[in-house]
């Protein structure tokens, strides 16, 4: 039978960046199948892990493959067996809104799978900033709270981006809060999602008899897992370029303004006057980006977010999303005479328009010093 490694833990915990971890390392000599439950209905997470991305199935690094399964996990678990049959293992990345017990249930009630596979270990990702705030977040009555079922179902939980949390006081303190809800599992600390694959793969770490301790019915047919409605997710695919600067705003303002309900949020932009992408991704007020990988020969270029979070104004993040699409020409041709704000303003000249993401490459009159114009409006660039 296949083992199988169900990789859980909240929104921006580091479960992607462990993955790809575990795809760039070939010192553990296995080949894998990675299974993608998105939460939403636009993805982004297969584009992170490999550029391959044009099929359900994708191969990526080593000779592994990854899936993106929004449906009936059984259907799609069976469809993949006579692919990876002779693999090492499978790897089911949950989304970060799921409680694991539906998932776990699955290597346990379905006789097909059953006979197919077999469940190695639960392995929970937390965020060494964050997970005091999930664990005591407050559910409507009836709703379970994911983070505290993805810690408690855990064989090994891993306490990432420790070097955020820098206080041992503090680290300490939250793995006493983390062994109060599951003393058995081993705790790992590390930075960046970096863990050796061997500490997590073909471990042979889960125990029925434990789950069924803490979760009688566990087998039960009338498990009920309520989902707080409060969350929701939110996602837009649009084609063309954005502005790179407008865009880092448009975000800076939107997490200050709202950084506390915004559980995840990452994208793929195509961005003006650059050749590579720009992936973006962030976890409350916490954001980070850089371009990584080119496009295609061919390949159009469009722009994707995915925001997932709590009371989330939708309308208003598609609008100010949709308004970072660059979509009108530059006023100012090349050769143009304007004045750039350089703290005060400067006669100059227009060299070079959508210079690595700015709106302009302008060459100063005085001192022949190049500056740039991050977006086409007044406060920046205006006529002579």
């Known amino acids: 039978m296949i083992p199988v490694t169900i990789l859980t833990g909240f929104l921006g915990s580091g479960?992607?960046?462990?993955?790809?971890?575990?795809?760039?390392?070939?010192?553990?000599?296995?080949?894998?199948?990675i299974i993608e439950n998105e939460f939403g209905e636009v993805g982004v997470d297969e584009n992170i892990l490999s550029e391959k991305a044009d099929e359900e199935v994708i191969e990526v690094m080593n000779g592994c493959i990854c899936c993106t399964v929004r449906g009936d996990l059984v259907v799609a678990l069976k469809k993949l067996?006579?692919?990876?049959?002779?693999?090492?293992?499978?790897?089911?990345?949950?989304?970060?809104?799921?409680?694991?017990?539906?998932?776990?249930?699955?290597?346990?009630?379905?006789?097909?799978?059953?006979s197919l596979y077999k469940l190695d270990s639960v392995i929970t990702v937390t965020?060494?900033?964050?997970?005091?705030?999930?664990?005591?977040?407050?559910?409507?009555?009836?709703?379970?709270?994911?983070?505290?079922?993805?810690v408690a179902f855990a064989d090994k939980i891993i306490l990432n981006k420790t070097d955020i949390v820098k206080d041992e006081e503090e680290l300490k303190a939250i793995e006493a809060r983390l062994r109060k809800l599951n003393p058995q599992a081993p705790i790992l600390r590390c930075e960046y999602?970096?863990?050796?694959?061997?500490?997590?793969l073909n471990i042979g770490a889960f125990d029925l008899e434990r789950v069924l301790d803490f979760e009688p019915d566990f087998l039960g047919d009338e498990q009920d897992h309520e989902h707080d409605s409060s969350v929701t997710s939110t996602s837009t695919r649009m084609e063309g370029d954005v502005n790179?600067?407008?865009?880092?705003r448009w975000v800076q303002r939107l997490i200050t303004d709202d950084g506390a309900n915004l559980y995840r949020y990452k994208g793929i932009m195509a961005v003006k006057?650059?050749?590579?992408?720009?992936?973006?991704?962030?976890?409350g007020m916490m954001f980070s980006g850089c371009f990584q990988g080119r496009w295609k020969?061919?390949?159009?270029?469009?722009?994707?977010?995915?925001?997932?979070?709590?009371?989330?104004?939708i309308p208003l993040l598609k609008y100010g999303f949709e308004a970072c699409r660059v979509t009108d020409t530059l006023r100012f041709p090349i050769g143009t005479k304007v004045m750039a704000n350089c703290g005060q303003w400067m006669r100059g000249k227009v060299i070079a328009q959508w210079d690595e993401g700015n709106s302009y490459r302008i060459e100063l009159d005085e001192g022949k010093v190049h500056v740039w114009a991050p977006v086409d409006i007044d406060n920046y660039v205006r006529a002579v």
Do not use: C, W
């Open 127 to 150: 965020d060494a900033k964050y997970i005091i705030k999930r664990l005591d977040e407050e559910k409507p009555e009836g709703v379970e709270n994911e983070a505290q079922e993805q």
């Open 15 to 33: 479960k992607t960046t462990l993955l790809n971890h575990i795809l760039e390392d070939d010192s553990h000599k296995m080949k894998f199948a």
């Open 193 to 200: 999602s970096k863990i050796n694959p061997k500490e997590l």
């Open 244 to 248: 790179i600067n407008l865009l880092e």
């Open 81 to 114: 067996h006579k692919r990876v049959e002779s693999f090492n293992g499978v790897i089911i990345e949950t989304t970060g809104l799921a409680d694991p017990a539906p998932v776990i249930q699955t290597f346990f009630v379905d006789e097909d799978v059953k």
């Open 297 to 313: 020969p061919g390949e159009p270029r469009s722009s994707t977010f995915v925001f997932i979070g709590k009371n989330l104004d």
């Open 273 to 283: 006057g650059k050749e590579e992408k720009f992936i973006f991704q962030g976890v």
